[in-house]
């Protein structure tokens, strides 16, 4: 599992990041417009109507950190599928190991049956993987999606 990140038998969470599987040309105007389709531009970017240009240079040559998180088929085999169904990521983590803060950021562009396990398995990558311990984000009042999670989650 060399070029993965965090998954289960159906979900992954793999970072955005050279040598991994969703590292290849077109995934972020792949996410983009997947996104843009959706209509969730901006529900995922809290009102900010960015374009295509903006969204490359947000995860291409900024300090965020991201993850694609797929829906898997045939995980351990050598045939893996992945379906990317959202996006993760964080910003700029600040802080030392046991007290390390950043901002975060989820997408899902496609329903999936995997949601709350790709959002907690998020959440475990950016705890355990890259060690922050303060999450911070913003949520607006009509991603009730969003909050339908989070009130319901254990966390």
């Not at 351990?76 to 700029?92: D, L, Q, R, S």
């Not at 329903?111 to 998020?122: C, P, V």
Request: aromatic letters at 10%.
């Amino acid at each position: 599992m060399d070029n993965w990140g965090f998954m289960t038998d159906k979900a992954a969470v793999v970072p955005f990041t050279p040598g991994t599987i969703v590292h290849r040309d077109g995934m972020l105007s792949t996410l983009y417009y997947r996104t843009k389709e959706a209509g969730l531009i901006e529900k995922t970017f809290c009102g900010d109507k960015i374009d295509h240009d903006h969204f490359i240079r947000m995860f291409d040559e900024s300090k965020k950190i991201l993850q694609i998180l797929c829906e898997v088929e045939n995980a351990g085999e050598k045939t893996e599928n992945i379906t990317p169904v959202g996006y993760a990521w964080v910003e700029a983590p600040k802080g030392v190991d046991g007290a390390r803060a950043a901002m975060c950021g989820f997408a899902f562009f496609r329903h999936t049956r995997y949601l709350r396990d790709l959002g907690m398995l998020g959440l475990y990558y950016w705890m355990k993987g890259l060690k922050i311990t303060v999450l911070h984000g913003v949520m607006i009042e009509s991603n009730k999606a969003a909050i339908a999670m989070l009130s319901n989650s254990a966390l």
